[in-house]
Protein backbone atom coordinates (compact mmCIF):
# COMPACT_ATOMS: atom_id res chain seq x y z
CA UNK A 1 0.00 0.00 0.00
CA UNK A 2 2.75 2.25 0.97
CA UNK A 3 4.95 1.81 -2.28
CA UNK A 4 1.79 2.22 -4.34
CA UNK A 5 1.90 6.40 -3.29
CA UNK A 6 5.42 6.62 -2.81
CA UNK A 7 5.69 5.65 -6.29
CA UNK A 8 3.03 8.20 -7.54
CA UNK A 9 4.68 11.00 -5.32
CA UNK A 10 8.02 10.08 -6.80
CA UNK A 11 6.26 10.32 -10.65
CA UNK A 12 4.66 13.62 -9.81
CA UNK A 13 8.45 15.18 -8.70
CA UNK A 14 9.74 13.68 -11.81
CA UNK A 15 7.07 14.93 -13.90
CA UNK A 16 6.70 18.59 -12.13
CA UNK A 17 10.40 18.87 -12.24
CA UNK A 18 10.56 18.61 -16.24
CA UNK A 19 7.93 21.19 -16.25
CA UNK A 20 9.68 23.16 -14.48
CA UNK A 21 12.96 22.33 -16.42
CA UNK A 22 11.41 23.70 -19.46
CA UNK A 23 10.16 26.92 -18.14
CA UNK A 24 13.37 27.71 -16.30
CA UNK A 25 15.13 27.09 -19.85
CA UNK A 26 12.97 29.52 -21.90
CA UNK A 27 12.54 32.10 -18.71
CA UNK A 28 16.54 32.05 -18.17
CA UNK A 29 17.16 32.01 -22.44
CA UNK A 30 15.17 34.92 -22.45
CA UNK A 31 16.00 37.15 -19.74
CA UNK A 32 19.81 36.46 -20.63
CA UNK A 33 19.11 37.78 -24.54
CA UNK A 34 17.41 40.71 -22.80
CA UNK A 35 20.05 41.47 -20.59
CA UNK A 36 23.00 40.98 -23.15
CA UNK A 37 20.80 42.85 -26.01
CA UNK A 38 19.83 45.67 -24.29
CA UNK A 39 23.11 47.60 -24.23
CA UNK A 40 23.48 47.82 -27.73
CA UNK A 41 19.63 48.82 -28.77
CA UNK A 42 19.87 53.03 -29.23
CA UNK A 43 17.42 54.44 -32.06
CA UNK A 44 21.13 55.01 -34.62
CA UNK A 45 20.99 50.47 -34.04
CA UNK A 46 17.63 50.58 -34.79
CA UNK A 47 17.54 53.76 -38.04
CA UNK A 48 21.08 53.16 -39.48
CA UNK A 49 23.25 51.19 -42.29
CA UNK A 50 25.98 49.12 -40.60
CA UNK A 51 29.21 50.48 -41.71
CA UNK A 52 32.73 49.89 -41.45
CA UNK A 53 32.17 46.57 -42.94
CA UNK A 54 29.53 45.73 -40.29
CA UNK A 55 31.58 46.17 -36.96
CA UNK A 56 29.83 49.38 -36.51
CA UNK A 57 25.97 51.21 -37.14
CA UNK A 58 22.52 49.95 -36.95
CA UNK A 59 20.43 47.28 -38.55
CA UNK A 60 18.05 49.27 -40.28
CA UNK A 61 18.19 47.52 -44.01
CA UNK A 62 17.78 44.06 -42.33
CA UNK A 63 14.51 44.99 -40.13
CA UNK A 64 13.32 46.78 -43.62
CA UNK A 65 14.77 43.48 -45.46
CA UNK A 66 12.75 41.26 -42.87
CA UNK A 67 9.69 43.48 -43.01
CA UNK A 68 9.53 43.22 -47.32
CA UNK A 69 10.30 39.51 -47.25
CA UNK A 70 7.50 38.44 -44.34
CA UNK A 71 4.77 41.03 -45.89
CA UNK A 72 5.39 39.38 -49.38
CA UNK A 73 4.92 35.82 -48.06
CA UNK A 74 1.91 36.34 -46.07
CA UNK A 75 0.31 38.34 -49.28
CA UNK A 76 1.08 34.83 -51.33
CA UNK A 77 0.14 32.67 -48.35
CA UNK A 78 -2.88 34.04 -46.86
CA UNK A 79 -5.29 34.17 -50.24
CA UNK A 80 -4.20 30.72 -51.10
CA UNK A 81 -4.28 29.06 -47.43
CA UNK A 82 -7.90 30.80 -47.12
CA UNK A 83 -9.77 29.86 -50.04
CA UNK A 84 -7.46 26.11 -49.79
CA UNK A 85 -9.59 25.94 -46.36
CA UNK A 86 -12.81 27.14 -47.83
CA UNK A 87 -12.83 24.10 -50.01
CA UNK A 88 -11.31 21.97 -47.63
CA UNK A 89 -14.29 22.89 -44.78
CA UNK A 90 -17.20 24.14 -46.69
CA UNK A 91 -17.27 22.75 -50.19
CA UNK A 92 -14.97 19.14 -50.28
CA UNK A 93 -16.82 16.04 -49.09
CA UNK A 94 -15.20 13.78 -46.86
CA UNK A 95 -13.10 11.11 -49.03
CA UNK A 96 -10.02 9.86 -50.35
CA UNK A 97 -9.39 13.17 -52.75
CA UNK A 98 -9.71 15.10 -49.37
CA UNK A 99 -7.95 12.61 -47.51
CA UNK A 100 -4.82 12.77 -50.44
CA UNK A 101 -5.02 16.85 -49.95
CA UNK A 102 -4.78 16.50 -46.66
CA UNK A 103 -1.44 14.20 -46.47
CA UNK A 104 -0.16 16.42 -49.19
CA UNK A 105 -0.58 19.59 -46.50
CA UNK A 106 0.78 17.50 -43.49
CA UNK A 107 3.75 16.62 -45.79
CA UNK A 108 4.36 19.77 -46.79
CA UNK A 109 4.67 21.23 -43.15
CA UNK A 110 7.14 18.43 -42.74
CA UNK A 111 9.25 19.74 -45.45
CA UNK A 112 12.66 21.01 -43.77
CA UNK A 113 13.66 24.23 -44.66
CA UNK A 114 16.82 24.03 -45.65
CA UNK A 115 14.99 21.96 -48.38
CA UNK A 116 12.55 24.69 -49.21
CA UNK A 117 15.81 27.19 -49.88
CA UNK A 118 16.94 24.64 -52.47
CA UNK A 119 13.52 24.39 -54.27
CA UNK A 120 13.47 28.28 -53.81
CA UNK A 121 16.85 28.06 -55.66
CA UNK A 122 15.79 25.78 -59.11
CA UNK A 123 12.64 27.49 -59.49
CA UNK A 124 12.58 30.49 -58.60
CA UNK A 125 16.05 31.88 -58.88
CA UNK A 126 17.45 29.29 -61.36
CA UNK A 127 14.77 28.10 -63.87
CA UNK A 128 12.48 31.37 -63.87
CA UNK A 129 15.37 33.55 -63.93
CA UNK A 130 14.28 35.79 -61.31
CA UNK A 131 17.91 36.02 -59.32
CA UNK A 132 18.52 36.13 -55.61
CA UNK A 133 15.46 38.32 -54.68
CA UNK A 134 12.58 39.74 -52.64
CA UNK A 135 10.11 37.71 -55.02
CA UNK A 136 12.24 34.79 -54.72
CA UNK A 137 12.64 34.87 -50.86
CA UNK A 138 9.04 35.57 -50.58
CA UNK A 139 7.26 32.99 -52.66
CA UNK A 140 9.59 30.67 -51.04
CA UNK A 141 8.60 32.00 -47.19
CA UNK A 142 5.29 31.68 -48.54
CA UNK A 143 4.83 28.77 -49.28
CA UNK A 144 6.73 27.50 -46.40
CA UNK A 145 4.11 28.93 -43.91
CA UNK A 146 0.91 27.82 -46.17
CA UNK A 147 0.31 24.64 -44.26
CA UNK A 148 0.08 26.86 -41.60
CA UNK A 149 -2.39 29.33 -42.80
CA UNK A 150 -4.37 26.56 -44.19
CA UNK A 151 -4.84 24.32 -40.90
CA UNK A 152 -5.41 27.78 -38.48
CA UNK A 153 -8.24 28.82 -41.66
CA UNK A 154 -9.68 25.15 -41.16
CA UNK A 155 -9.86 25.49 -37.30
CA UNK A 156 -11.81 29.37 -37.65
CA UNK A 157 -13.73 27.74 -40.29
CA UNK A 158 -15.08 25.36 -38.52
CA UNK A 159 -15.49 26.90 -35.17
CA UNK A 160 -18.50 28.62 -37.27
CA UNK A 161 -21.92 27.02 -36.12
CA UNK A 162 -23.79 25.32 -38.91
CA UNK A 163 -26.67 27.18 -37.67
CA UNK A 164 -25.51 30.03 -39.40
CA UNK A 165 -25.09 28.23 -42.61
CA UNK A 166 -28.46 26.59 -42.56
CA UNK A 167 -30.47 29.59 -41.51
CA UNK A 168 -28.91 31.60 -44.61
CA UNK A 169 -29.51 28.51 -47.19
CA UNK A 170 -32.64 28.48 -45.43
CA UNK A 171 -33.40 31.56 -46.92
CA UNK A 172 -32.78 30.64 -50.39
CA UNK A 173 -28.94 32.01 -50.30
CA UNK A 174 -26.43 30.00 -52.74
CA UNK A 175 -23.72 28.04 -51.22
CA UNK A 176 -20.85 30.37 -52.73
CA UNK A 177 -22.89 33.53 -51.05
CA UNK A 178 -23.59 32.17 -48.05
CA UNK A 179 -19.37 31.45 -47.35
CA UNK A 180 -18.83 34.64 -48.75
CA UNK A 181 -21.33 36.78 -46.68
CA UNK A 182 -21.88 34.63 -43.77
CA UNK A 183 -18.70 32.05 -42.88
CA UNK A 184 -16.02 34.03 -43.55
CA UNK A 185 -16.43 37.28 -41.37
CA UNK A 186 -17.36 35.40 -38.52
CA UNK A 187 -14.17 32.95 -39.47
CA UNK A 188 -12.20 36.21 -40.10
CA UNK A 189 -10.89 36.79 -36.68
CA UNK A 190 -9.26 33.44 -36.74
CA UNK A 191 -7.83 33.23 -39.38
CA UNK A 192 -6.37 36.52 -38.81
CA UNK A 193 -4.78 35.02 -35.60
CA UNK A 194 -3.43 32.16 -37.60
CA UNK A 195 -1.59 34.20 -40.09
CA UNK A 196 0.07 36.21 -37.55
CA UNK A 197 1.39 32.99 -36.26
CA UNK A 198 2.65 32.17 -40.00
CA UNK A 199 4.21 35.83 -39.98
CA UNK A 200 6.02 35.28 -37.16
CA UNK A 201 7.42 31.99 -38.69
CA UNK A 202 8.61 33.48 -41.37
CA UNK A 203 10.13 36.68 -39.86
CA UNK A 204 12.78 33.91 -38.13
CA UNK A 205 13.18 31.93 -41.30
CA UNK A 206 17.14 32.11 -42.36
CA UNK A 207 17.67 28.63 -44.05
CA UNK A 208 14.75 29.07 -46.78
CA UNK A 209 16.08 32.53 -47.68
CA UNK A 210 19.99 32.01 -47.71
CA UNK A 211 19.91 31.51 -51.79
CA UNK A 212 16.70 32.71 -52.73
CA UNK A 213 16.82 36.46 -51.19
CA UNK A 214 19.46 37.02 -48.71
CA UNK A 215 22.44 39.33 -48.81
CA UNK A 216 25.67 39.52 -46.75
CA UNK A 217 25.40 43.38 -47.00
CA UNK A 218 23.92 45.94 -49.73
CA UNK A 219 25.29 49.18 -50.26
CA UNK A 220 21.81 50.51 -51.02
CA UNK A 221 18.30 49.91 -49.86
CA UNK A 222 16.13 47.71 -52.13
CA UNK A 223 14.10 49.47 -54.74
CA UNK A 224 12.70 47.17 -56.51
CA UNK A 225 11.28 43.34 -55.54
CA UNK A 226 14.26 41.99 -57.72
CA UNK A 227 16.49 43.39 -55.51
CA UNK A 228 18.73 41.38 -53.32
CA UNK A 229 17.95 42.37 -49.34
CA UNK A 230 19.16 41.74 -45.74
CA UNK A 231 17.34 40.34 -43.44
CA UNK A 232 17.62 39.63 -39.44
CA UNK A 233 17.94 36.31 -39.09
CA UNK A 234 20.92 35.91 -42.03
CA UNK A 235 22.30 39.28 -40.79
CA UNK A 236 22.63 37.25 -37.31
CA UNK A 237 24.24 34.32 -38.51
CA UNK A 238 27.01 36.00 -41.11
CA UNK A 239 27.94 38.22 -38.00
CA UNK A 240 28.40 35.07 -35.84
CA UNK A 241 30.03 33.04 -38.01
CA UNK A 242 31.70 34.53 -40.69
CA UNK A 243 34.66 36.94 -40.95
CA UNK A 244 37.65 38.36 -38.28
CA UNK A 245 35.56 40.27 -36.52
CA UNK A 246 33.15 37.91 -34.54
CA UNK A 247 34.30 38.70 -30.94
CA UNK A 248 34.24 42.55 -31.72
CA UNK A 249 30.71 42.49 -32.91
CA UNK A 250 29.27 40.39 -30.39
CA UNK A 251 27.40 43.24 -28.92
CA UNK A 252 25.89 43.98 -32.56
CA UNK A 253 25.26 40.21 -32.52
CA UNK A 254 23.01 40.41 -29.40
CA UNK A 255 21.61 43.49 -29.74
CA UNK A 256 20.21 42.19 -33.63
CA UNK A 257 19.25 38.88 -31.79
CA UNK A 258 16.80 40.79 -29.07
CA UNK A 259 15.04 42.66 -31.95
CA UNK A 260 14.40 39.57 -33.85
CA UNK A 261 12.93 37.79 -30.91
CA UNK A 262 11.15 40.81 -29.41
CA UNK A 263 9.24 40.57 -33.35
CA UNK A 264 8.91 37.27 -33.06
CA UNK A 265 7.51 36.57 -29.69
CA UNK A 266 5.82 40.02 -29.64
CA UNK A 267 3.80 39.19 -32.93
CA UNK A 268 3.10 35.35 -31.62
CA UNK A 269 2.24 37.31 -28.44
CA UNK A 270 -0.07 39.12 -30.12
CA UNK A 271 -1.88 35.95 -31.77
CA UNK A 272 -2.05 34.32 -28.40
CA UNK A 273 -3.25 36.72 -26.45
CA UNK A 274 -5.96 37.22 -29.46
CA UNK A 275 -7.04 33.64 -29.70
CA UNK A 276 -7.85 33.19 -25.63
CA UNK A 277 -9.64 36.47 -25.99
CA UNK A 278 -11.70 35.44 -28.37
CA UNK A 279 -12.20 32.09 -27.02
CA UNK A 280 -13.38 33.90 -24.09
CA UNK A 281 -16.01 35.78 -25.61
CA UNK A 282 -17.68 33.89 -28.53
CA UNK A 283 -20.97 35.93 -30.11
CA UNK A 284 -22.55 32.54 -30.30
CA UNK B 1 -25.84 31.35 -66.87
CA UNK B 2 -27.70 29.34 -64.24
CA UNK B 3 -27.20 29.59 -60.70
CA UNK B 4 -26.25 25.95 -60.36
CA UNK B 5 -23.64 26.17 -63.45
CA UNK B 6 -22.22 28.78 -61.49
CA UNK B 7 -21.89 27.45 -58.09
CA UNK B 8 -20.60 24.51 -59.97
CA UNK B 9 -17.88 26.90 -61.49
CA UNK B 10 -17.03 27.99 -58.35
CA UNK B 11 -16.45 24.72 -56.77
CA UNK B 12 -14.01 23.70 -59.23
CA UNK B 13 -11.94 26.98 -58.78
CA UNK B 14 -11.97 26.97 -55.42
CA UNK B 15 -11.19 22.23 -55.93
CA UNK B 16 -7.97 23.88 -57.84
CA UNK B 17 -6.86 25.75 -55.26
CA UNK B 18 -6.84 23.15 -52.45
CA UNK B 19 -4.56 21.26 -54.86
CA UNK B 20 -2.16 24.05 -54.54
CA UNK B 21 -0.31 22.17 -51.82
CA UNK B 22 0.25 18.86 -53.63
CA UNK B 23 1.42 21.10 -56.88
CA UNK B 24 3.88 22.45 -54.52
CA UNK B 25 4.80 19.27 -53.04
CA UNK B 26 5.48 17.97 -56.66
CA UNK B 27 7.31 20.94 -57.37
CA UNK B 28 9.72 20.39 -54.50
CA UNK B 29 10.44 17.01 -55.86
CA UNK B 30 10.68 17.83 -59.19
CA UNK B 31 13.28 20.39 -58.51
CA UNK B 32 15.41 18.94 -56.47
CA UNK B 33 15.67 15.88 -58.85
CA UNK B 34 16.22 17.84 -61.81
CA UNK B 35 19.07 19.68 -60.07
CA UNK B 36 19.87 16.67 -57.94
CA UNK B 37 20.24 13.87 -60.15
CA UNK B 38 23.03 14.72 -63.02
CA UNK B 39 25.47 13.88 -60.08
CA UNK B 40 24.34 10.49 -60.91
CA UNK B 41 26.30 10.60 -64.10
CA UNK B 42 29.77 10.40 -61.60
CA UNK B 43 29.21 8.32 -59.09
CA UNK B 44 26.91 5.59 -58.93
CA UNK B 45 23.97 6.01 -56.16
CA UNK B 46 25.57 3.18 -53.70
CA UNK B 47 28.97 5.36 -54.34
CA UNK B 48 27.13 8.78 -53.22
CA UNK B 49 25.07 7.09 -50.24
CA UNK B 50 27.48 4.71 -48.62
CA UNK B 51 30.88 6.54 -49.74
CA UNK B 52 32.31 7.46 -46.37
CA UNK B 53 34.50 10.34 -47.84
CA UNK B 54 33.34 13.66 -48.02
CA UNK B 55 35.70 16.27 -49.83
CA UNK B 56 33.84 17.89 -52.93
CA UNK B 57 36.40 20.28 -53.27
CA UNK B 58 39.38 18.08 -53.62
CA UNK B 59 41.08 17.38 -56.52
CA UNK B 60 39.40 14.60 -57.65
CA UNK B 61 36.48 15.63 -55.36
CA UNK B 62 34.64 12.68 -53.35
CA UNK B 63 30.94 12.69 -52.65
CA UNK B 64 30.11 10.07 -49.92
CA UNK B 65 27.48 11.60 -47.94
CA UNK B 66 27.32 8.57 -45.08
CA UNK B 67 29.29 10.49 -42.62
CA UNK B 68 26.82 13.23 -43.09
CA UNK B 69 23.63 10.87 -42.88
CA UNK B 70 25.22 9.93 -39.80
CA UNK B 71 25.58 12.73 -38.66
CA UNK B 72 22.21 13.65 -39.01
CA UNK B 73 21.10 10.65 -37.19
CA UNK B 74 23.25 10.54 -34.39
CA UNK B 75 22.23 14.35 -33.19
CA UNK B 76 18.50 13.01 -33.86
CA UNK B 77 18.65 10.18 -31.34
CA UNK B 78 20.52 11.80 -28.87
CA UNK B 79 18.42 14.92 -29.22
CA UNK B 80 15.20 12.33 -28.86
CA UNK B 81 17.10 10.86 -25.98
CA UNK B 82 16.63 14.37 -24.22
CA UNK B 83 13.15 15.77 -26.00
CA UNK B 84 11.24 13.06 -25.33
CA UNK B 85 11.14 12.43 -21.52
CA UNK B 86 11.03 16.24 -21.03
CA UNK B 87 8.25 16.77 -23.80
CA UNK B 88 6.01 13.97 -22.76
CA UNK B 89 6.48 14.58 -19.32
CA UNK B 90 5.40 18.03 -19.78
CA UNK B 91 2.23 17.13 -21.38
CA UNK B 92 1.78 14.96 -18.88
CA UNK B 93 1.72 17.95 -16.41
CA UNK B 94 -0.20 20.30 -18.10
CA UNK B 95 -3.19 17.81 -19.22
CA UNK B 96 -3.34 15.92 -15.88
CA UNK B 97 -1.38 17.58 -12.52
CA UNK B 98 -1.40 21.57 -13.35
CA UNK B 99 -3.94 23.85 -11.87
CA UNK B 100 -5.84 25.78 -14.24
CA UNK B 101 -4.01 28.83 -13.55
CA UNK B 102 -0.53 27.15 -14.13
CA UNK B 103 -1.94 25.61 -16.98
CA UNK B 104 -3.25 29.04 -18.91
CA UNK B 105 0.15 30.14 -18.47
CA UNK B 106 2.64 27.26 -19.29
CA UNK B 107 0.87 26.69 -22.37
CA UNK B 108 1.81 29.46 -24.05
CA UNK B 109 5.25 29.42 -22.81
CA UNK B 110 5.74 26.11 -24.58
CA UNK B 111 4.28 27.90 -27.91
CA UNK B 112 6.68 30.53 -27.56
CA UNK B 113 9.14 28.09 -27.24
CA UNK B 114 8.39 27.14 -30.25
CA UNK B 115 8.36 30.41 -32.41
CA UNK B 116 11.56 30.98 -31.27
CA UNK B 117 13.58 31.29 -34.67
CA UNK B 118 16.14 28.23 -35.19
CA UNK B 119 18.98 30.96 -36.12
CA UNK B 120 18.73 32.35 -32.58
CA UNK B 121 18.97 28.96 -30.77
CA UNK B 122 21.82 28.67 -32.52
CA UNK B 123 23.29 31.86 -32.18
CA UNK B 124 22.83 30.99 -27.70
CA UNK B 125 24.25 27.75 -28.72
CA UNK B 126 27.31 29.55 -30.28
CA UNK B 127 27.79 32.06 -28.14
CA UNK B 128 26.87 30.97 -24.83
CA UNK B 129 26.69 27.05 -24.73
CA UNK B 130 29.76 26.28 -26.36
CA UNK B 131 32.23 28.07 -24.62
CA UNK B 132 30.78 26.84 -21.36
CA UNK B 133 30.97 23.07 -22.68
CA UNK B 134 34.39 23.79 -23.48
CA UNK B 135 35.61 25.15 -19.76
CA UNK B 136 33.22 22.15 -18.50
CA UNK B 137 34.49 19.45 -19.99
CA UNK B 138 38.05 20.50 -21.30
CA UNK B 139 37.43 20.17 -24.90
CA UNK B 140 38.78 21.51 -27.85
CA UNK B 141 36.01 22.55 -29.30
CA UNK B 142 32.29 23.49 -27.85
CA UNK B 143 31.11 23.16 -31.08
CA UNK B 144 29.76 19.19 -31.35
CA UNK B 145 27.41 16.87 -31.27
CA UNK B 146 26.44 17.38 -27.27
CA UNK B 147 25.54 20.73 -27.89
CA UNK B 148 23.86 20.45 -31.32
CA UNK B 149 21.95 17.58 -29.09
CA UNK B 150 20.77 19.90 -26.29
CA UNK B 151 19.83 22.90 -28.45
CA UNK B 152 17.65 20.46 -31.06
CA UNK B 153 16.22 19.22 -28.10
CA UNK B 154 15.01 22.28 -27.40
CA UNK B 155 13.25 22.48 -30.41
CA UNK B 156 11.55 19.64 -30.48
CA UNK B 157 10.26 19.69 -27.15
CA UNK B 158 7.49 22.13 -27.74
CA UNK B 159 6.42 20.16 -30.92
CA UNK B 160 6.11 17.04 -28.61
CA UNK B 161 5.00 18.30 -25.59
CA UNK B 162 2.16 20.71 -27.43
CA UNK B 163 0.58 17.20 -29.94
CA UNK B 164 0.92 14.73 -26.79
CA UNK B 165 -0.64 17.13 -24.66
CA UNK B 166 -3.90 17.11 -27.06
CA UNK B 167 -3.63 13.42 -27.62
CA UNK B 168 -4.03 13.63 -23.23
CA UNK B 169 -6.39 15.64 -23.20
CA UNK B 170 -8.68 14.03 -25.96
CA UNK B 171 -9.35 10.70 -23.60
CA UNK B 172 -12.18 10.85 -22.64
CA UNK B 173 -13.38 11.74 -19.03
CA UNK B 174 -15.14 8.25 -18.80
CA UNK B 175 -12.17 6.16 -18.96
CA UNK B 176 -10.70 7.95 -15.68
CA UNK B 177 -13.17 7.98 -13.66
CA UNK B 178 -13.62 4.29 -14.49
CA UNK B 179 -10.19 3.60 -12.87
CA UNK B 180 -10.92 5.50 -10.20
CA UNK B 181 -14.15 3.64 -9.09
CA UNK B 182 -11.93 0.46 -8.99
CA UNK B 183 -9.86 2.40 -6.55
CA UNK B 184 -6.74 3.00 -8.85
CA UNK B 185 -4.47 5.79 -7.43
CA UNK B 186 -3.63 9.12 -10.22
CA UNK B 187 -0.44 7.44 -10.97
CA UNK B 188 -1.84 3.89 -11.49
CA UNK B 189 -4.88 5.81 -13.84
CA UNK B 190 -2.11 7.66 -15.52
CA UNK B 191 0.20 5.42 -16.60
CA UNK B 192 -2.17 2.55 -17.29
CA UNK B 193 -5.22 4.17 -18.76
CA UNK B 194 -4.69 7.74 -19.83
CA UNK B 195 -1.10 7.31 -21.38
CA UNK B 196 -1.91 3.57 -23.33
CA UNK B 197 -5.60 5.42 -24.29
CA UNK B 198 -3.63 8.33 -25.70
CA UNK B 199 -0.01 5.76 -27.35
CA UNK B 200 -0.98 6.60 -30.93
CA UNK B 201 -1.04 10.17 -30.08
CA UNK B 202 1.78 10.33 -28.11
CA UNK B 203 4.04 8.47 -31.22
CA UNK B 204 2.79 10.94 -33.72
CA UNK B 205 4.07 13.56 -31.14
CA UNK B 206 7.46 12.00 -30.86
CA UNK B 207 7.90 11.00 -34.63
CA UNK B 208 7.32 14.85 -35.74
CA UNK B 209 9.45 16.35 -32.77
CA UNK B 210 11.91 14.06 -34.58
CA UNK B 211 11.30 14.55 -38.31
CA UNK B 212 11.90 18.48 -36.81
CA UNK B 213 15.15 17.88 -35.50
CA UNK B 214 16.89 16.00 -38.30
CA UNK B 215 15.23 18.79 -40.72
CA UNK B 216 16.38 21.58 -38.83
CA UNK B 217 19.66 23.40 -40.03
CA UNK B 218 20.38 26.67 -38.34
CA UNK B 219 20.78 24.56 -35.48
CA UNK B 220 23.31 22.29 -36.67
CA UNK B 221 24.98 24.44 -39.23
CA UNK B 222 25.88 26.75 -36.43
CA UNK B 223 27.05 24.33 -33.56
CA UNK B 224 27.23 20.94 -34.50
CA UNK B 225 31.06 22.24 -35.46
CA UNK B 226 30.61 20.88 -39.36
CA UNK B 227 33.55 17.82 -39.90
CA UNK B 228 32.50 15.24 -42.43
CA UNK B 229 33.60 12.21 -40.42
CA UNK B 230 32.33 9.57 -38.61
CA UNK B 231 31.91 10.61 -35.14
CA UNK B 232 33.92 8.55 -32.05
CA UNK B 233 32.09 10.30 -29.14
CA UNK B 234 29.48 12.97 -28.28
CA UNK B 235 32.31 15.41 -28.00
CA UNK B 236 33.10 14.97 -31.59
CA UNK B 237 32.28 17.17 -34.35
CA UNK B 238 29.75 16.17 -36.80
CA UNK B 239 28.42 17.69 -40.46
CA UNK B 240 24.50 16.87 -40.87
CA UNK B 241 22.97 17.01 -44.01
CA UNK B 242 21.34 20.41 -43.77
CA UNK B 243 24.62 22.14 -42.41
CA UNK B 244 26.54 20.60 -45.66
CA UNK B 245 23.74 22.13 -47.95
CA UNK B 246 23.47 25.26 -46.69
CA UNK B 247 27.60 25.78 -45.46
CA UNK B 248 28.00 25.02 -49.54
CA UNK B 249 25.69 25.70 -51.59
CA UNK B 250 26.99 29.80 -51.66
CA UNK B 251 30.36 28.07 -53.07
CA UNK B 252 29.38 25.69 -54.85
CA UNK B 253 30.15 26.66 -58.82
CA UNK B 254 26.64 26.63 -60.68
CA UNK B 255 25.83 23.44 -62.02
CA UNK B 256 29.09 21.51 -61.20
CA UNK B 257 28.93 18.36 -59.96
CA UNK B 258 29.64 20.13 -56.36
CA UNK B 259 26.19 21.52 -56.74
CA UNK B 260 24.43 18.74 -58.00
CA UNK B 261 25.63 16.44 -55.28
CA UNK B 262 23.90 19.08 -52.69
CA UNK B 263 20.71 19.06 -54.23
CA UNK B 264 20.83 15.31 -54.14
CA UNK B 265 21.85 15.54 -50.32
CA UNK B 266 18.19 17.48 -50.31
CA UNK B 267 16.24 14.78 -51.95
CA UNK B 268 17.83 12.21 -49.67
CA UNK B 269 16.88 14.93 -46.48
CA UNK B 270 13.77 15.12 -48.18
CA UNK B 271 12.72 11.30 -48.45
CA UNK B 272 13.95 10.71 -44.57
CA UNK B 273 11.31 13.62 -43.44
CA UNK B 274 8.60 12.68 -45.57
CA UNK B 275 8.77 9.12 -44.54
CA UNK B 276 8.62 10.19 -40.46
CA UNK B 277 6.00 12.57 -41.76
CA UNK B 278 4.04 9.50 -43.83
CA UNK B 279 4.63 7.35 -40.76
CA UNK B 280 3.05 9.90 -38.48
CA UNK B 281 0.06 10.87 -40.55
CA UNK B 282 -0.32 6.83 -41.03
CA UNK B 283 -0.13 6.39 -37.26
CA UNK B 284 -2.99 9.16 -36.23
CA UNK B 285 -4.66 8.21 -38.61
CA UNK B 286 -5.49 4.18 -38.07
CA UNK B 287 -5.70 4.85 -34.53
CA UNK B 288 -7.75 7.73 -34.53
CA UNK B 289 -9.83 8.09 -30.93
CA UNK B 290 -13.39 8.65 -32.28
CA UNK B 291 -14.61 8.43 -28.86
CA UNK B 292 -15.16 6.42 -25.90
CA UNK B 293 -16.67 3.47 -27.95
CA UNK B 294 -13.57 3.07 -29.90
CA UNK B 295 -11.73 1.12 -27.21
Known amino acids: ?284 | MTRALKEKIIKNILFVFALVSIIILALIIIFLFMEGVPIFGTISVKEFLFGTEWYPTYDPPDFGIWPLIVGSLVVTVFSALIAIPLGVLSAIYIAELAPPMIKEIFKPIIELLAGLPSVVLGFFGMAILAPWLQQTFDLPTGLNILNASLILALMAVPTISSIAEDALYSVPHEFKEASYALGATPFETITRVVVPAALSGISTAVILGMARAIGETMVVLMVAGGAAAIPESIFDSVRPMPASIAAEMGEAPFRSDHYHALFATGIVLFFMTLGFNLIADYISHKFKEVGSATL
Not at chain 1, 98 to 122: D, E, H, Y
Not at chain 1, 152 to 161: F, G, Q
Not at chain 1, 205 to 221: C, D, P, R, S
Request: contains cysteine; glycine residues 10%.
Open chain 1, 1 to 284: MKWRYFRQTLFFIIVRTSAFVIALAIGAFLVYIFVKGIGAISWEFLTEKPYDSMTKGGIMPAILGTFYLTTGAILIALPLGVVSAIYLCEYAKQGSMVRGIRIGINCLAGVPSIVFGLFGLGLFVVFLKFGSCILSGALTLGFLILPTVIGASEEALRAVPNTFREASLGLGVSKWHTTLRIVLPNALPGIMTGSILGIGRAAGETAAIMFTAAAFFTAKLPSSIFDEVMALPYHIYVLATAGTHIEETRPLQFGTVLVLVALVLGVDLIAIIMRSYMRKKKRW
